[in-house]
Structure formats: C-alpha cells, structure tokens
C-alpha cells in the first residue's frame, strides 16, 4: 500500500523512516536547547547558591584560597541568615534614605 505526500508515494517503510527521523530531530532539538540553557552550578546545592557562595567558588576554583579556607568560609555563609539571598535578587541595588533626595 502506498501513501501520497505532497503528490509524492511513499511505501510503509518509508512513512515509518520518515516518522522516526521526525521524531529524532526534535528530540535532538529538545535535547540541545536543554543543554545549552542547564547552568551545571545550580546542580551543587538544593536551594541554588547565593552570590557570596559563587564568588567563594570561583576563588576556590581559581586557586585563590585553598580547600580548609574554602570549607571554613561556605560554613561560614551558610549560617549567616542573609547570605542565601540568590544572585540577581537584588544583588547591586542601592538603598537611598526616604528623608534625603541628592
């Protein structure tokens, strides 16, 4: 038995093909788009990491500080009751006075 396509026969087999190489490509396209947008980071820590965390990170990665002052320090921010404030969450914002105007 033949299907028509756009005026083009196809058999059984050649439907089937077509129909999983359809479904291949948009898994592969899924697949990409997931990786490219997965920060592995937010992998580390259940709750994600503040942005004192991920400097500490980065200069542990970096060399900087060595793996006791790395511990010492994480333990350190995670006790502090403000520092799981995650980066991009009002990281950089300036408070101004409600009384002075500059």
Do not use: W
Not at 35 to 54: A, F, N, Q, T, Y
């Amino acid at each position: 038995m033949q299907m028509y396509l756009y005026g083009f026969a196809l058999s059984n087999s050649e439907m089937l093909l077509a129909t999983f190489s359809f479904v291949l490509l948009c898994g592969a396209v899924i697949g990409g788009v997931k990786v490219i947008l997965h920060d592995p980071l937010d992998d580390l820590l259940p709750g994600g990491r503040s942005c004192e965390e991920d400097m500490l990170f980065r200069r542990f990665a970096d060399g900087e500080i060595d793996d006791d002052e790395y511990r010492h320090h994480r333990e350190a921010l995670r006790g502090s009751p403000g520092a799981r404030t995650p980066c991009g969450a009002g990281a950089g914002k300036v408070k101004q006075s409600a009384g002075r105007r500059p």
